[in-house]
């Protein structure tokens, strides 16, 4: 259980009580409730709707003790301790016994008893709670209520109200939590009961940690019902490889395959929550894997052995020295990455590397080099609970990193943490934060923060206060100007500034030296010293390092040998490509990018699941899922999270080996590519502290045509994701596919209030149901990657002018 | 009297023993006539309802009673294509290991539904590893006169509290599975396919 940070200057000394429980008397912080006074002492008293990071409601009455001077028995869980109290736990009281044991008995009167059939048996609070505080029998002899079992409250939740005892911590977590209070009891008396409105399912983001948290076998998922029982769980400690929030999880393994992940407690990140992407996206794991090496053989790929698979890539890799590019996706554990970055300049002797596989630009290059690369922890979560102001700027966080929504919530709920966000919606997720919407055109957010540092005297007071914090999304890689002006505001007011990114292996990777210009630790591939100390760790000599490279847009221009566009680069061809987990749809350019795989001389890719890079690659390595592998993660805060293998034994190997056995066969010197050497590796570089790039100054683009609609667009939690698939019941919680139109655009544009609408570039259009909602004038939003929503493969991105007409074609 | 001299005296034991009622007993030309106890725990068994529904509902509380780790349960979920047993649940895969297993009869202790007892049957021998790990079609009781093979549905109006009541007596035509049923076929031992249990 959390028990929230305290520290010791908090709490006056004059602020403790004394208390006494069973005889023993202790000093504790006023207003502590009586069940964490006998918690902390070591005295356990039965709960079931007490939970640390939810409010009391007494609603169980399990925890009935007694306190002297009150006539009946009270719920420990409600009652905060007084000076002097003197309270009687049932050690010590036989009226808290006698109670405790009727309560169960109550508890239990209409308790199906079906634990053999019942998810939770083996690890249910009422079964041992039933043996350690109940009677062995119960006097009740009349028929139990039944209800119909189980029901859906959503596609991924079943309910089986015969088991529920009632504690609401379920809709206390969807109220008080998550923000989505669709849960609800119902009726009173015997038939209370837990439901949600008609044809209104509780599909929230966070609604698995209901079923986490459910005391009995109540609510359990569609997707680990009746797969396991808890001994036949190896439970491993890992890290959520879904998003940069960091989550702590618990991935519970059966004969090597994953039955579950549940939230772990990591109070300084995720609390014991998570997110339903999180706990439930891991069919991906043991579905459609990669089974062996594969070469192409007369324009076919055919399964290999490894080591006529080595000798084909070392060849190949070997021949296009100088002459390749990396791109190593977004996904990459922390130590992965390090090994590409490391491998493409030792052994591809290439500064070509890119971990960007979606829209990205030179100056957010250049933006992470001067303010993100290798800088130590912060802003953090705890940050963003004291901070007097937070802006986010192309941020979604419940989309786009749950648990910092999670948090936001509760420091404007229970802080009063000012929250402004700078978007061209205006979303539930704002009002759940209670957040104050600044509208802003798709594009135009470099433009609004100018004018926050120009003309807003209040906001600028506001950022200026100490604590204060700027987040910015990644979609702002794609707005000229947009990081700048942010990176400007930061440090003309002092704001900290956090960078967001999406994907897990972001940070780690940028930290790993994964960008072209970027050397391990976040040191300037072109600075004599950074360069020194990075040769010294890898065993070459400093001239034989890189110095800059090509990144994004111009490392496929080069590939494609389109001089127009990468005329400021000097002429180098690309005639090989090392490809790790890149989704070519994900790219800005995915055609662009399509076209230079298929055309590059030679292509390696290592991947675990057949794609759009496997198909035309040249030769394929099956590599391990993150659950296979022992690694790290570093969050959005910078935080490192190092896990180890939840799958034990897999056959499967991890990228940093496959890079270190084609570094042998290309007879260069590379380690052994474990995960224990890259780590110490890493730690033996360390981060840079030298002087770093200076901050970029690109200013905002001109806005232009006018007659066309602004597109604003990002990705959903829950998408058409690769890590999503082949789980129907997750995907079905999804939000709805569909575009978001302002009245008064709307009316401009002649549509109606209801129907669809047809968005359209020169390259494509989507079909999509309009709804009516709060969205800057003169823009459309379209979820970015959902089902029937693929705004990239039509050409556009957030800021794209794009043409709406009504109706479909 | 003379002693006689210790050869001779050896041979006595032979001769009387030849006048003694002879206790080897003749397995297996005779193994009938040595029946086992009642109560001697052999090999397990999967019992059905009286409609051939399984009583087994996968809840791996045998596999959890077993020291020795012999039995492997996996559970699913019954739909109203394919039903097993009555109610939610039913075990997909049954396994127990006969190398493993002690015959102690936790399990049978240990199982809700008494879908799991043991028989008599001690002759558990093979010649390989692999076919003394018994699947489900192999622990499975034979199908009476009145029994429907699985899957099919339950007793039209009965829930799985009348089944464990005791009042369903025996299948009723209702239940016959509409045409092809491959799920139950893959499922059965090669006596119960051809008809001959």
Redesign the interface.
Known sequence: MTIAPQSPTEVAPTDLVTVSVDGIEVRVPKGTLVIRVAELMGIEIPRFCDHPLLDPVAACRACLIEIEGQPKPQPACAIAVTDGMVVRTQRTSPMADTAQEGVMEFLLLNHPLD???CDK??ECPLQNQAMTAGRGTSRFEEEKRTFE??INVSAQILLDRERCVSCARCTRFADQIAGDPMLELLERGAKQQVGTAEDEPFDSYFSGNTIQICPVGALTSSLY???A?P??LVSTPTTCEHCASGCSLRTDVRRGVITRRLAWDDPEVNEEWNCDKGRFAFVYTYEGRIASPLVRENGELRPASWPEALDVAARGLAAARGRAGVLTGGRLTREDAYAYAKFARVAMGTGDIDFRARVASDEEAQFLASSVAGMPLGPTYADLDRAPVVLLVGLEPEDESPIIFLRLRRAAQKKGVRIVSLSPVRTRGMDKMDAQWWACQPGGEAVALRQIAENSADTLAALRQPGAVILVGERMAGVPGALSAAAELASSTGARLGWVPRRAGERGALDAGALAGLLPGGRPADDPRAREEVAAVWGVEASSLPTGGRVGQSLVDAILGDTSRAEREEERHIDALLVAGVEVADHERAEDLRRALSDVPFLVALSTHHNDVTEVADVVFPVAVVAEKAGSFTDWEGRTKPFSAAIHGAQSVADGRVLAMIADSMDVTFGAGDVASLRAEMDRLGMWTGARPAAPSVAPAASDASGTVALATWRLLLDAGALQEGEPHLAATARPTEALMSSETARSLGLGQAGSVTVSTDHGSLELPLRIADVVDGTVWVPMTSEGSRVLAIGASHGTRVRVTGGTA | MPELPPAVRGFGVTFATMFKKVVTEEYPEQADRYPPKPRFHGRHQLNRWADGLEKCIGCELCAWACPADAILVEADSNTEEARFSPGERYGRVYQINYLRCIFCGLCIEACPTRALTMTNVYELADDNRADLIYEKKDLLAPLLPGMIPPPHRMVPGTTEKDYYAGKVTGSVPEQEPEGDSEIWYETQEPAVREGRA
């Open positions: 634990c053999p059939v048996g083996g079992k189980p019902r009746f797969r029982r001994f036949d």
